[in-house]
C-alpha cells in the first residue's frame, strides 16, 4: 500500500498554510474496475506546519491516478485576501511498486506550483 502525505507554504507570506482541508481520491470504484468516478479515501487538516499525512482505510490506495483537493478559500478567507483559486486539485498517478508520495502545494492568492516530493 501506498502513503500520501502532503505540506502547503504560502509563498505570499513565506509561512505554511495552516488549518487547510485536503482530501485524497482515487478514480475508480472499490472493485477496481475503472468507471470514470472518483472515490474519497481519505481527508485531513494541514497541522501548524502546513503538513498532513493522508492516512487511508487499509488497502484503500492502490497504482492508478489520485487527486487532492486543498480547500485553500477558507484559508485566505481568514486572512482578509481575495483568492483566484478557492480550492486547488492535483491529479497525479501512483505507480506499481511505489511506497510513497509527498505531493507539496505551493500556494499564493493568485498563483500555486506543486512538485513531487520526497
Not at 42 to 58: H, M, S, V, W
Not at 67 to 82: E, N, S
Request: proline share 7%.
Amino acid at each position: 500500500m501506498s502513503g500520501v502525505s502532503t505540506h502547503i507554504l504560502d509563498t505570499s507570506i513565506g509561512r505554511p498554510a495552516a488549518g487547510v482541508a485536503v482530501s485524497l481520491e482515487a478514480f475508480g470504484s472499490p472493485s477496481g474496475d475503472w468507471r470514470g468516478m472518483w472515490r474519497l479515501v481519505a481527508e485531513a487538516i494541514t497541522d501548524a506546519d502546513g503538513r498532513c499525512r493522508l492516512n487511508p482505510q487499509k488497502d484503500a490506495i492502490k497504482p492508478g491516478i489520485h487527486r487532492l483537493t486543498f480547500i485553500t478559500g477558507p484559508y485566505f478567507a481568514a486572512r482578509k485576501q481575495a483568492t483566484l483559486y478557492p480550492e486547488v486539485s492535483i491529479t497525479f498517478t501512483i505507480a506499481e511498486g511505489e511506497a510513497n508520495y509527498h505531493i507539496p502545494l505551493l500556494v499564493n492568492p493568485f498563483g500555486y506550483t506543486t512538485y513531487r516530493g520526497s
